[in-house]
């Protein structure tokens, strides 16, 4: 069992930057590949990053690459999601996920593939 809390998220503007975090309870966060979702009011849950269970792979929607970094540190049993460049369009209630994983080196991007989620947090971003 994994228990995923969020930081609160924020208002930023539009070119700005904002870092989320997500804490993990349990001692088998590192066996648990981590992804990030969105969700924007009357649109479907969306992926937005994912981590392999060691780090050392990511993998990240196009609408956000390059602007967005997922990372994790397993000692702490945290993920984080820092945005550079936000966009109104970012604007959304941000999720942490997570699944066990055998693989290593696994990433999953679609909301079924994961077990666990964080209760969410609100990202607005001003234009």
């Known amino acids: 069992q994994v228990q995923l809390v969020e930081s609160v998220g924020g208002l930023g503007p539009a070119g700005g930057s904002l870092r989320l975090s997500c804490a993990a309870s349990g001692r088998t966060f590192s066996s648990h590949a981590m992804g990030w979702f969105r969700q924007a009011p009357g649109k479907e849950r969306q992926f937005v990053a994912s981590?392999?269970?060691?780090?050392?792979?990511?993998s990240y929607a196009d609408s956000v690459k390059g602007r967005f970094t997922i990372s994790r540190e397993n000692a702490k049993n945290t993920v984080s999601l820092q945005m550079n460049s936000l966009k109104p369009e970012d604007t959304a209630v941000y999720y942490c996920?997570?699944?066990?994983?055998?693989?290593?080196?696994?990433?999953?991007?679609?909301?079924?593939?994961?077990?666990?989620w964080g209760q969410g947090t609100q990202v607005t971003v001003s234009s």
């Open positions: 996920a997570a699944r066990l994983a055998i693989s290593y080196f696994g990433l999953w991007e679609d909301v079924s593939d994961y077990n666990y």
């Open positions: 981590i392999s269970r060691g780090g050392s792979k990511t």
